[in-house]
């Protein structure tokens, strides 16, 4: 497969997901050679989306300190064609964030009794 083919492809998929309802990246990003694909998105509900139509079955979260604020990374990795494309979602926590991530198992509020 040629660089220009494999380029195409990577825009196509972009392309055919726009098409189908899914929010553009706000961010896309391909390395020369289409190795590696990158999409930014603004929000989870898009996050979701991206990777349900990639159908990207590795995901990771990462959480960080980033000059006093605290952010959580959230990433979904595939493989197509030799090309690695990662969907991310950056996005601003609070420390009750980081409280609920410690819980392994949230469940919902209890109703209050009436």
């Known amino acids: 497969m040629t660089e220009l083919t494999t380029r195409a ?7 055919e997901g726009v098409a189908a309802g899914l929010s553009a990246p706000w961010r896309l990003y391909l390395a020369r050679g289409c190795r590696y694909l990158s999409l930014s998105v603004g929000d989870r509900d898009e996050w979701n989306a991206w990777r349900t139509h990639l159908g990207c079955p ?3 979260v990462r ?12 990433m979904a990795e595939v493989v197509l064609d030799g090309c690695r494309i990662s969907v991310e979602l950056v996005e601003e926590v609070s420390t009750e964030d980081l409280e609920r991530l410690l819980v392994v198992d ?3 509020a209890e109703p209050e009794d009436r």
């Open 106 to 108: 949230p469940s919902p």
């Open 58 to 60: 590795e995901m990771s």
């Open 9 to 15: 492809q990577a825009f196509g998929l972009i392309a």
């Open 63 to 74: 959480v960080y300190d980033a000059g006093g604020e605290i952010r959580r990374s959230s």
